[in-house]
């Protein structure tokens, strides 16, 4: 069985390539709009279309980036799963070239619309210019010497690429491979001229690797040229210090949530506000035990997988992240810079309902629309709104952003703020105060950091 970072970048990548198609019909039908041509402007329903598919697009793209730059070093990979990695990493580099392709050759000859994806959205943090920047990439020199050589290990090892469809997980990668690997050659021709024109101290650190290396070395680097400057820092590795991580783990009670922040990272400008993450706190075996949930109809068929989840760490958590809704070791969320946990204002017997009936979402995929009004795929925060929603009284205000009605974290830490529903219970933002603040005295960093609407 593959390692529980492969399975999640290989269901990430899955998902994507068919969503991307979702997105791509989304944008046949925006171009075919003949309104928009003829009067030269969109309507208000038009532009609401536009900035979805636009949000829509960005969000996908940044969970992409995340798994072609989370590789570091190929010799930290056991050998026997470098071509795994590889595979997960070049049919997410296919689906980001593909779809910055597909863009093109839909708007090439459409400027009102190539005007409309270029205006970004400052609710989720898309520079403007972002899609000229992008298909800018395309033809960059330095872009087509680092891809030449993943291109290169994918011809030469296609065989063994290809038996890895063997795996359920990983057969519709071998199926993007297949069906648009050929969005990715690189000519001789175009190495050549490219490796010229690169920098040559950068061409000989690269030429010294080994092939697997230089290939998947190669597809983070694309990936880091098809992003503006200011996206992320590679190398960073938020984490909660130690000391800290024990006192919340002591204050965490089942049905907490947990909202954090990575610095550096792409998500952070896809999602809104300085809090863009969110996930449901379940509490030990022990405690769910306690709850009476191990031997609930939602819970029992996962037990043995939650019991079997990181065993360093025995705490649970229920979060979507970009491979879908899943229980998660504690250890997932607290990998983060900054973390603020908040209490539903209800009674226990609440809290036990609630967590079941989030269970019902597991094994979901993540909702890269932000869509609160469908529920067969959920971003972090609706995970907390469809636990909670209705239980014990408890309501969620709906915000609409990029014409769609949703929940931020930052919405949910607002309701704590103003102890309506939720109360804080901790707070730790080492940018604005180095302590781990408690309860009441939090209040003035939730304050700070939050986008009141």
């Known amino acids: 069985m593959l390692p529980d970072d492969l399975q999640a970048q290989a269901r990430t990548v899955a998902h994507l390539a068919t969503y991307f198609d979702e997105l791509k019909q989304a944008a046949v039908r925006l171009r075919e709009q003949a309104g928009v041509r003829e009067r030269g402007f969109f309507s208000p329903s038009e532009d609401e279309a536009a900035r979805q598919l636009l949000v829509s697009y960005w969000m996908a793209r940044a969970a992409l980036f995340d798994v072609a730059i989370g590789y570091r070093d190929a010799a930290e990979i056991p050998p026997a799963l470098r071509p795994t990695r590889f595979l997960i990493a070049y ?11 597909f863009l093109r050759e839909q708007y090439h000859d459409h400027p009102i619309v190539r005007a409309k994806l270029n205006e970004g959205d400052t609710n989720f943090g898309i520079p403007a210019e972002s899609y000229d920047t992008v298909q800018r990439s395309l033809t960059s020199p330095i872009h087509l010497w680092h891809l030449y050589h993943a291109v290169r290990y994918r011809e030469d090892h296609a065989d063994e690429l290809r038996s890895l469809a063997s795996d359920p997980l990983l057969a519709p990668l071998v199926g993007v491979l297949d069906r648009l690997g050929d969005r990715l050659h690189v000519s001789v021709l175009d190495f050549a001229t490219a490796r010229i024109r690169a920098r040559t101290r950068q061409a000989s650190n690269v030429v010294r690797r080994s092939l697997v290396d230089r290939a998947l070395y190669g597809l983070q680097k694309v990936a880091c040229l098809m992003v503006t400057d200011k996206f992320t820092r590679l190398g960073h ?14 204050l965490l009670r089942p049905g907490d949530v947990i909202v954090n922040r990575k610095e550096f990272a ?10 863009p993450h969110a996930a449901l706190y379940l509490g030990q075996p022990d405690d769910l035990a306690r709850m009476g949930l191990d031997q609930h ?13 990181d065993q360093a760490e025995p705490r649970r958590v229920l979060e979507a992240l970009r491979d879908g809704v899943w229980l998660r070791s504690l250890a997932n969320p607290f990998r983060a810079d900054a973390v603020a946990i908040v209490r539903p204002k209800l009674s226990s017997d609440d809290i036990t309902h609630a967590i079941s009936r989030g269970l019902i979402h597991e ?15 959920l971003v972090c925060t609706e995970v907390v709104y469809r636990s909670y ?23 949910i830490l607002a309701m704590a703020l103003n102890r309506h529903q939720f109360e804080p219970v901790a707070v730790f933002a080492p940018g604005r105060e180095p302590r781990l603040l408690r309860g009441a005295e939090s ?9 009141m609407e």
């Open 443 to 451: 209040d003035a960093i939730l304050r700070a950091t939050l986008v």
């Open 237 to 250: 590795q938020p984490a909660i210090p130690a000391p800290i991580a024990a006192e919340l783990r002591a």
């Open 363 to 377: 094994g979901k995929p993540y909702d890269f629309d932000f869509d609160f009004t469908r529920s067969d795929r």
């Open 389 to 411: 929603d209705g239980i014990g009284g408890m309501k969620f205000p709906l915000v609409r952003r990029a014409g769609r009605l949703t929940i931020a974290a930052e919405d």
């Open 91 to 101: 049919t997410a580099a296919i689906l980001l070239v593909d779809a910055a392709r």
């Open 266 to 275: 792409l998500t952070n400008y896809f999602l809104p506000g300085y809090w």
């Open 297 to 309: 109809i939602e819970m029992k068929p996962r037990w043995r997988r939650l019991l079997n989840l």
